[in-house]
């Protein structure tokens, strides 16, 4: 199933050895609120889906992604450039997503805009993948996000524009980070992890901790650079982010690299 993927690399992977997930899949696109979920038949409906009960909404989430190959150092991953009067970043991958989403801090009639939710995305036509005759769409087994809807508008403490997600597919693990922009326009950096990185089993608010404290400035609460680029995303552990290890004589033996 990684053979698509692989494809997408094939040039690195062929004449450096490089691995496909150097490439850092960056995703960017507009979120779509429904309506509430209140009923039994809606809720039978979307029954075993994490993040489903009356209260909850519906939300989409759809767009292009574009892939930034042989790029394991997320700092060399670009904003993707959008036209100003287009309503996509120029790309043949394109996402259709959809799922629910719970209230966890804020409330609805907040008018500070102040509300975050956890939102849970598996379903909708899916993602684009592969080229020619070999493309199709694929969709994630879990993808968890952890976002505010609307924008917040909140210029001065830009960590509530932040966006994360952790979640895994047929290629394997993932963390995402990014950000929400204005008109609800959501663009965010996904990382395909080996199933042995310790960030394999990251939950999303150790993901969020991670992220922030890399790229926040703690007095201005104003972000450094975009959260796809910060190290928690680089295709190899690095710092004090180390691997799993084969046994416990190996860990005690190994200790991080230091920046």
Known sequence: HICNLRKFSHFWIVMTGASWRDTLFVWDGIWFKEDAINNDKELEAMKGQKNTKKGAIVVKWNGTWVGCDNCPDAKAAKEPKRGAFDKNV???????VKGTAV???GNTDDKSFYRLYCATMVDGEGWDMGEGSEKKKYKDHAHELLFNLPWSGDLRDKRKNLVFAVGKNEFGPFISAGWMRPGNRMTL???YVDEHDARAEWDIDELKKQVIDEICEEESNQVKIPPWQCDVLHSNVRGHKKR???SSKAEEDT???TL
């Open 244 to 246: 799993k290890v084969e």
């Open 103 to 105: 209230l966890v801090s």
């Open 255 to 257: 200790k991080p690299d």
């Open 90 to 96: 120029s790309s043949k991958m394109h996402f259709d």
């Open 189 to 191: 950096g996904r990382r």
